[in-house]
């Protein structure tokens, strides 16, 4: 019983293969026959660029159809709210989400399409050991709950991707897959994404990432040294390294990657002054002449006069064009030098630049120096001692690759969803501490049972991953505020520190659809009068709808005061400057309407039923209307 002056509120994430359908029929209407693409005219269309050769370079493996339905079946799931487990629930903009991620992917593609910064993920790797998460969801949210325990006798959430499977690789890569491309959706044009992987699976991961991102978007494949010694027990060689793959949506978006200043590569290096040292700090000198790795162009050949009179020229060529070198020459920032073989020239490169801004370093590829016993430290020293989880990723690699990615723009999101123990949401709070940066950090944990519960010292009992994760933040978030007692308050900032998160947790959603009312053997009316499934709450209606719509998690929701005729909720997303009025009331008042002064440009939610045809039409015409 659709309305024809109404939308309903959408009652599952976004049909992407509708949406890619949509965008390809604005592209090419003339391929479009009776709806459905016909292929024919397609390649008529793009002409040339079609490759229908029957051997061509493509990357495949056993499963992969279905993995791609897997992030194109919408999910039915929501994500509850817990205040309970939350930090400064109203006051913050951090979120940690308890769930299954393929379906938190699918559930967060609305409110983050587009938005994200940077991505970094720790998956499985694969060694046969590691845990695959299962994707053959027929009914995503019930096959989720009997999954993660919750609707399972048995209480297996997981399976492990025994190398004795025949699919090995291929259970691997089809679990991956969906979450890369949907992670890919979320990125910002300039955004970036990190996967951490080790020798099992590198050479796939590595093709994986080139299909969704694909391979003029690779940035660097680090190599991390997470080990030092030797180890006797190994057969053939001590295995001291892992790999950190980086990748950009839209590699010319991204801008240049500096790490923050290292106060000991600025005492080693730069070590000379000149008049310019209040103001720019020390410098050092780096040669001016190119190297034979650079391409030979002539215009980079040209004579530089010299201080005490005569001309230089390059062996080869400079690094920089006659005008920049004249320039920096006459702002007296180049030094000559004379050797046996004539005379060199060098460049001053000052410690700060001519804002007065220090110099960032530039991140090497070998990552050194951050061993995985500091990850085992990091958390231990934050549970008493406890070794509560073995070797999760120690807090300054996150440290690392948050500043390489976020150096140059501090206000932005930061996801993780193999979140783990939450190291990341850990450096995130360390970095805004003390750059007085804004990130902020959406991570998500399945609830993967320890093999053991573990009680904590205050009486607490950790009985996953995710509760690990939780009370990390919290432990994290406790420690900073400590460390501010009897500090004075010397606002530095001009935004208040978000020392909190919000914890949220995929849940069945409050919105029944048709097929459950099928399954329950009811009509199309029914559904119109109970649209929502037993034991649905106001709040957690209100948080769904803002899903529902796209609005950011840190949604503001409160009730609006000296409204007689009805209860009337306002959602304000701070992030995304968006705003709704929703009513939960069985009936609305004619009245209401007119008190909250809706225009063309307010959205306005509420129950189908609780409108007759009339009201419904004036609404229409007074603002945008949507039903539950």
Partial sequence: MDRPDAERVARTSPDLVRQRMQALRDLFPEAFSEGKVDFDKLRAALGDLV????????????????????????????????????????????????????????????????????????????????????????????????????????????????????RYHSAWLSMLYPRLFLARQLLRDDGVIFVSIDDSEVDNLRLLMNEVFGEENRIESFVWKKSYGGGAKEKYAVTQHEYVLLYARNLPAVGELWLPPDPDAEARYYKFRDGKFAERGPYRVKPLEASKSMDRRGNLTFPVPLPWGGEVLPKRQWWWSADRVMRTLANDELVFTQTADGVSVSYKQYLRDENGVPRGAKPFSVIDGIYTQQGTADLSDLFDGRVVMQFPKPVALMRQLVSMATEEDREGVVLDFFAGSCPLAQAVLGLNREDNGDRRFVVVQLPEPLDEPITLRDGTTLATIADIGRQRIRRVIARMRAEDEGKLDIADRETPEDLGFRALRLVRSNLRSEEDAAADGETEEVLFTQPLVDGWTADGLLHEIGLREGFDLAVRIERLPDLTTNTIYRITDPHKDQMCHVCLDPKLDAETAKVLGLTRDDLFICFDSALDDTLAANLALQCHLKVI
């Fill in 51 to 166: 490759d229908e050769s029957p051997e061509r370079y493509s990357f495949t493996w056993a499963g992969k159809r279905d993995s791609v339905t897997a992030f194109q079946r919408p999910s039915r799931g929501t994500l509850a709210t817990d205040k309970d487990a939350s930090v400064n629930w109203d006051g913050t903009s951090h979120v940690f989400i308890e769930g299954e991620n393929l379906e938190v992917l699918k559930l967060l593609y609305r409110s983050y399409f587009g938005r994200v910064k940077m991505i970094y993920i720790d998956p499985p790797y694969n060694t046969g050991i590691d845990r695959i998460y299962p994707d053959d969801f027929a009914d995503p949210l019930g096959r989720y709950l009997r999954a993660t325990g919750q609707m399972d006798d048995a209480g297996n959430l997981l399976t492990t991707n025994a190398d004795t499977g025949g």
